[in-house]
């Protein structure tokens, strides 16, 4: 079972440049969500889709836009990328809502701006 | 290698014996709490998950112990393995709370044969 598959795994990218991380589950979950993981401060919400159609911001959500294309895949998009958005970036989904049951998460895309 | 890691406290047990992973949480109101398991390289995976109406919870080889006086939660692993070495992360929420998912900074458990 592939569950939460995100694409790249790895990138490295200039400030300044643009790119996209991609993330497909096939679990038919409502939620999926976005976090970024540094060290020392655990997971932070990027920006959540309750469901196919909508999309919300989390804790942190300068500097990026999501896009829900429909109810298998959630991505996320760097505008201009910034040193500050180095990171470990983790697609997650669950059946309902954070406060209903567990998330399942991809195996994380590391995103390096120079 | 793993960047994610660097600067989180450390348990070390030895293989066989039990680990006890203690996270104090911030929001009082908070009335979901979640243990996930993170392996080196990959992402976050469930362990165990207990309600505020609850003191205590039991899975295979884990339990899971709240005290809401204290706003303190822990995972008690039985019998630990080389494979549960890993970080552990706690989570609180409130029920329904989409955006509100907080997680702590993680502890890295270290298991020695």
Redesign the interface.
């Known amino acids: 079972n592939a569950g939460v598959t995100q694409t790249p795994k790895f990138q490295v990218l200039k400030t300044g440049q643009s790119m996209t991380l991609q993330c497909a589950q096939d679990m038919n979950h409502n939620s999926m969500y976005w976090y970024r993981q540094d060290p020392g401060m655990g997971l932070r919400l990027i920006y959540y889709s309750a469901s196919e159609g909508t999309t919300d911001k989390g804790e942190v959500p300068n500097g990026y836009n999501v896009s829900r294309l429909n109810k298998r895949e959630f991505s996320l998009r760097l505008e201009s990328a910034a040193p500050s958005q180095t990171s470990v970036y983790f697609c997650a989904s669950s059946a309902r809502g954070l406060g209903t049951g567990e998330l399942f998460f991809g195996e994380g895309s590391r995103l390096t701006v120079l | 290698g793993e ?6 406290p450390t348990l070390s047990v030895q293989e066989g014996d039990n680990s006890i992973i203690n996270c104090a949480y911030s929001n009082s109101a908070s ?2 709490f ?1 243990w996930y398991k993170q392996e080196s ?6 362990i165990i ?1 207990i309600r505020s109406n609850m003191d205590k919870r039991q899975g295979q080889r884990v339990t899971v112990l709240l005290n809401k006086t204290v706003k303190h939660l822990s995972l008690q692993i039985a019998a630990t393995q080389p494979g549960d070495s890993a970080v552990y ?1 706690c989570a609180e ?14 502890t890295r458990l270290a298991v020695h044969p």
């Open positions: 960047s994610v890691g660097l600067h989180l009335d979901y979640i390289g990959k992402g976050p995976q469930f998950d992360f929420t409130s029920s329904g709370g989409y955006n509100k998912l907080i997680f702590g900074a993680g």
